[in-house]
Structures are given as C-alpha cells and as structure tokens.
C-alpha cells in the first residue's frame, strides 16, 4: 500500500492534481461565478424575483445594462472618482512603502522582525473598527482635528480662520483610510521583492563611481519593478472597487463604483444593471493585468541578440 | 626612494571586538600582481575592502598613488573590484554592464560605445554584448565582471577569489588569460585567495596572512623556498616538520640534532641561531631522495615504505622512520620500467642537501 502511494506521489498523475487543484479551485470559484454575472447582465430587469429575466421575443438577450453605462454619466463619473482615486492611493502607497520597505531590508534581524510584526499588526483588529477610528479622528469634534484646525489658524491670516478642517465625506477622506488600510498590501510584496536583492551589487555600483542615489536609480529601482507592480496591483484593484470605505467616509453625492454596483443590487433591485457595471469593472482591471504578465512573461524568456 | 604605488601603513580593523586585520603593512609597486594569500578568517577579504573603500580602517592609513585614501568614498577611489560573486547587474545587458562606469566619464556617446566594444574584445566577449548575463556562462560573467572592472581604467583593480568560481579546466586558462590582460592594461592587481597554487601561479609577489596579520611576504619562489614560519611552511606546498635541537653553528651550515631521526644532520642556517636552540626542521616531500642502497655523505635517514601512491609521472611515498614517525617522500619516475622502484615494506635511505633542508624558528 505504501509503495502504491510512493509510486503514484512520483508519477504524473500526481503532477497533474498538484496543477489541476488550483484550476478546478478558479473554474469554482471564479470562472463560473463571473459566467453567472455576464449571464445576469445580458438579462432585463423585472419587477418579480428573481429581479431579472431574459425577454421572450427576440432579441432575447438585452443590452440595456451597457447602453446605460454610456448614457447616464452618472456611471461614467463613478468610474473616473473610482479610478482616480484608486490611482491616488495608490500612488501613495508607493511613495510611503517604498522608503518602509527598503528601510525593512536595511535594519538588523530582530529589528526587522519588530518592525514586520508592526506592519501586520493592524490586521489584528477589525477593518470596520479601524474606518470608525479614522471617522472619529477627522470628526469636527475631535482632537487630531483641532490639533490641525489651530496650527491651519497659526500659520494662515486671520481672515481665513476656521471652526474645524472639512476632512469627513471627501474624496480626501475616502483616499487616507484606502492609505491606511492598503499600505501592507503595497510594503509586503516589495518587501519580499526587495529583500532577495543582493547588497554586493549596490557596492559593485559603487565601485563603479555611483553615489549612494544612483545606486538605487540605476540598481535598486530597476529590479524592484515587479515588486512594485505587484504591490500596485494588491493595492489598485481593490481599491477600486472599494465599498465600505467610500460608504462611511465619502462624498455621498459622487459615489464610486462599488457603491453603484451595491445600490443596483438591494435598493434599485437592477440586477442587469449592476452586473453590466460589475463586467467592465472587471475588464477594466484584468485588461491591463493581463497585458503586463504577456510582457513579463516575454522579457523573462530574454530577448536574444 | 620613490614612494611606492601602494602604501598601507599599520593598518587594524576591528570589527566590534574581533581583530580582522591587525597591524599591516605593505607596499606594492606599480604593475605588480600582489596576491593576499591565507585561509577563511584571516583578514585578506577585509583588507581588500579598506582598499576598495567599503570599510575604513581603525588604525593606520592607505595610499594609492601617494593619495591618502582615508574618508574618500568607494566611488571616488581610482580603484575597481572583481567581485567573487562577479556582481553583474542582473537587469542590465553584457554592453550595458561594462559600460556602467563609464557613465561617470566626461565622454562622448561614441567614445564610450568605442570603448566598451575595445573592452568587450579584450576579454573576447564581442558577439555576447546583447545578452543579459544569466545568458551566458560562468567563465564569460567572470570576463564581463573583469571587462566591467577594467573599464575606466583604474589605477589599482582589485580582485576577490577570481578563479574560486570556475571548475578547473576553465581555471587554469583564465588564469593565463588574466596575466596576459594584466601585462597588456598594465593595470596594478592585488588578488584575493585562499588557493596557494592560485597565488603562485599568478603572483609577481605573495603576502601570507593569518589571523589577520602578514606571517610573509615575497616572490613566490622565496615563500615557497625560504618559509619564514611553521605557519607559511605548511600553508604553501606540504611539509614534514621535526622538533630539533641545535649542536654547533658552522658559517651558514647548522648541524640540528632530530629526535625523530634518532641523529644529527646539517641544515642552512638562519640568522640568530645558536647552540641549544630549539626549532623545527621541515623538509619539502620533493626535496628527498629515496633510494635502497645506502648513498655516500652526510644527511641520510634509514626508514621503511609504509605506503605508496603511484601517480604516473611521479609517485608519493610514505616513509616509517626508526622512531615510529611518518615522512613523505615525492619522486618523479624518470625512468619507465618499475624495477628498481621502492615498494612497500622495503628497507630505503632518504637523503638531502643541507641547504634544502628549512630550518624554522617561528
């Protein structure tokens, strides 16, 4: 019995639940749910449950959902906050990770394991908790906004004095929780990426006549792209989708995306709708991940003289 | 007289409370391949990054080219290095990797582009120059790392185990091929190993270090020759070492009572040596003659063959001594029948001249 198992855990049939498992793991949980989604899309919407239906006459399937996309900007201008402020938070979490991760790479051991835990820590305590603690703190009525308001008040004239900082239900509100909330998602991955550099080419560059600053534009920075870009990824897609954040601390009167598709779902019950809004999000954000690994792959096969 | 090329002074580095390098000091002419000889720990990798600027010393102070080198940064030392790892730039291609340093030059785009490609032919990489290095083979990183290095045209090319990563078919053409690049740049090398046949082959001069001190430093005939320690005795080549006492001092021969030999033989005396001194005798294996006829003259050790290696074109012998201790005998087989050979268990004599006989006081 024991060496029927060893022979099977050496041959190929081994080998091919070891590749299938995540497969049927995707066909279940991502490409028939996602088949669902474009199916309701494809549908219209009816005032019986289940909220959709397909029309009898032809043409049987409908395209409303996605005229509509075009039509109202009401979508339109929920995908540009979307994506501009994904793009926003983004774009900080790299500026702030960054230095983090590479300072991660540079402290001794024990140090580094400290500083890790502390970036993991935040994880331990309720995402939902956290937002509420970041309402409390922008509220008009709470220290960290006074503590902003005087020193706004101390270095401004007098005549442009004010009660409290408007930080609550704003784009810019929506952007520093996503900061927040995100950062490990963008420090991790280039952490790990940066990490398996090695320090003797930094020196080899040295050596070579580079300051300390060219190193890391000429060394450091080139080979850390695909830590970056994962991070940028880990970062961007949800938060572009982002649905809890923008409902508690966002402006109200220009939603994102999430909270388009979420209201057409429960309140507006336009399944279709919603689906069709879903679709492009997801394209949106495939389309270009799918383009970088084609390249990715490329530029690792080498490109021969 | 001129001040040398190279100057380090009573150089220390400590690192915490571990001494890495204690008190060196060298000097090494211009042109010269110098070699840091000696094993893991002793302080040759951590000299070689005090020259190259990655550490500063604690004590003592560096010139190169009559420059103190103290506070000048690893990018602004008319110095470059040969990584033992070769440090390639992994993202960069073979061209771009050479032509690194170069960016750093007032020049034009078409003098670098000369340049690198008079680079890439030197180290005869010219077809490779759009591959990225994981490409290309080992040996070929090792000529890109030394084309990179070699490049702005430094002053002093330090190189760190430059062979350690190549098998050893490649290793004794590059080392021939590193000599003959040397001689052409006539660039100043100061090379890093742990390899005694290494630093012999390559070296115009050796410093043997050991815990972090020079034990030696001299031509490799002289190390080799005229060891001035137990310690580089047996560091470079093999040697068999007897305790021994000295009985009369006659102009440079000294006569050395050894217990092992259970007798007196004469050895070339060193400076400083007088009557009742202890110290060592050691003798090289290829120094001996074995023979099984008793020969004429002074310096002859009865003994019987324990063990024989037969190599082909020369065999190793080991030799039991009347008083129980091992000697090894080397012996070139000039002629091409066995007979006349030693073989195991027979009765031989051993003998030597006085002067190839080392006497050691350290």
Known sequence: ?305 | MADPFIRIDNVSKKFGTFQAVQDVSLTVAQGEIFSLLGGSGCGKTTLLRMLAGFEEPSAGSIFIDGQDMAGVPPWQRPVHMMFQSYALFPHMSVEKNVGYGLKHEDMTAATRKARVAEMLELVQLTPFGHRKPHQISGGQRQRVALARALARQPKLLLLDEPLAALDKKLREHTQFELMSIQERTGVTFIVVTHDQEEAMTLSDRIAVMDKGRVKQVGAPTEVYEYPNSKFVAGFIGSITAFPSKVSAVVGDVATVQVAAFQGEVQARSVPGLSVGQEVTLAVRPEKLVISQARPEGANVIAGQVKDLAYFGKDSLYRITLPSGELISVHSVNAGRSSGGRPDWDDQVYLSFAPSAAILLVE
Not at chain 1, 45 to 59: D, I, K, L, S
């Open chain 1, 1 to 305: 019995m024991r060496n029927r198992i060893a022979h099977w855990l050496q041959g190929r049939g081994y080998r091919g639940v070891i590749i299938g498992l995540p497969y049927l793991w995707l066909l279940l949980f991502f490409f028939i749910p996602f088949c669902l989604v474009l199916a309701i899309s494809f549908g219209s919407r009816t005032p019986t449950a289940p909220p959709f239906g397909y029309g009898g006459e032809h043409p049987w399937i409908s395209f409303v959902g996605y005229a509509r996309l075009f039509q109202d900007d009401l979508y339109l201008r929920a995908f540009l906050v979307s994506l501009s402020n994904a793009a926003t938070a983004t774009v900080l979490c790299l500026l702030l990770g960054y230095p983090m991760s590479l300072a991660l790479t540079r402290v001794s051991a024990s140090w580094r394991n400290i500083l890790l835990m502390l970036v993991i820590l935040p994880f331990w305590t309720s995402f939902l908790l956290r937002v509420y603690a970041w309402m409390g703190l922008m509220g008009k009525n709470s220290w960290f906004n006074g503590l902003l308001t005087d020193a706004y008040n101390l270095l401004t004239p007098a005549s442009w004095a004010i009660t409290s900082v408007p930080m609550m239900h704003s784009n810019f509100a929506v952007v520093l929780v996503m900061v927040y909330t995100y950062l490990p998602f963008m420090i991790l991955p280039l952490y790990a990426n940066l990490e398996r550099l090695d320090p003797v080419l930094d020196e080899a560059a040295m050596d070579l006549g580079s300051r300390p600053f060219r190193v890391f534009l000429d060394v450091t920075l080139p080979q850390s792209i695909p830590g970056i870009i994962a991070g940028a990824m880990l970062v961007f897609i949800p938060a572009a989708g982002e649905l809890v954040i923008p409902t508690l601390v966002g402006d109200a009167s220009s939603p994102m995306i999430g909270r388009v598709i979420a209201d057409e779902f429960s309140s507006a019950s336009d399944w279709p709708m919603a689906a069709s809004v879903a679709i492009v999000l997801l394209l949106l954000m495939v389309g270009p991940m799918m383009l970088y690994t084609h390249y990715q792959g490329r530029a690792e096969a080498g490109e021969e003289p």
